[in-house]
């Protein structure tokens, strides 16, 4: 596809379980954002990619918050141990490049912690 | 305070009419700015980026920007309702990749 895709659109997890959250970029996308956005809030940052080197990390909420891109394409964001407050959606964003290029976001994971 | 701030509560305009949105930043050495489009379940799609101080416009939108003010709004004329949706203002500080976003402000047009 041309987008930014994101799976599973939903998902529903117990408290306590860890969950996996994937993001296929933009075909050539060089760097990939991870975002977390509150219901009725803006997205906050959590994670920045330039190909396969994790650059920044500062936003992850705490150490079980896990992200990696392994190959420099697919990322996929792990949270360990969820918690309630980490119910969210978790937006996916690529850029051809990171400092002018505009980031272009998949439809997001709706994360349930019950 | 917060980095970027949209205070205004939900908007409503007539169809046709002007829908005017304002967006402040605290950070003097932001350098790019951008306003994104969302809609409900929907990803944020970016309608507009802004560099430098002015006006820019595309279509039925335009941004402006007064770094001095460190203020940057977007007007969208002839409003539809395809334009109801949350607009969403962000931030890019120089030699920073990550964005800086407002909460969104949320704008009904009514037919």
């Known amino acids: 596809g041309a987008g930014v895709s994101q799976s599973p659109r939903y998902k529903v997890a117990k408290r306590g379980q860890d969950v996996a959250l994937r993001c296929d970029p933009i075909?050539?996308?060089?760097?990939l954002f991870w975002y977390q956005q509150a219901l009725g809030q803006g997205p906050e940052f959590l994670t920045y990619f330039q190909n396969e080197a994790q650059l920044d990390k500062s936003g992850l909420p705490s150490d079980r918050f896990f992200a990696e891109r392994p190959e420099g394409s697919v990322s996929t964001l792990k949270i360990q141990r969820t918690q309630q407050e980490d119910s969210a959606v978790y937006l996916c964003?690529?850029?051809?490049?990171?400092?002018?290029?505009?980031?272009?976001f998949g439809d997001g994971t709706r994360l349930s912690i019950l | 305070q917060k980095e970027v701030e949209q205070n205004s509560g939900p908007l409503s305009v007539p169809e046709g009419a002007i829908a005017s949105l304002n967006c402040t930043y605290s950070?003097?050495?932001?350098?790019?700015f951008f306003w994104y489009r969302q809609y409900s379940g929907k990803s944020p799609e970016l309608i507009m980026s802004i560099y430098s101080n002015g006006d820019k416009e595309d279509g039925r939108f335009t941004a402006q920007l007064n770094k001095a003010s460190q203020y940057v709004s977007l007007l969208i004329r002839d409003s539809q309702p395809s334009d109801s949706a949350t607009y969403l203002c962000a931030v890019r500080r120089y030699g920073n990749n990550r964005l800086a976003f407002g909460k969104g402000n949320q704008v009904v047009v009514i037919p």
């Open positions: 075909s050539g996308h060089v760097s």
């Open positions: 964003a690529s850029s051809l490049e990171g400092l002018t290029s505009p980031q272009h």
């Open positions: 950070d003097r050495g932001s350098q790019s």
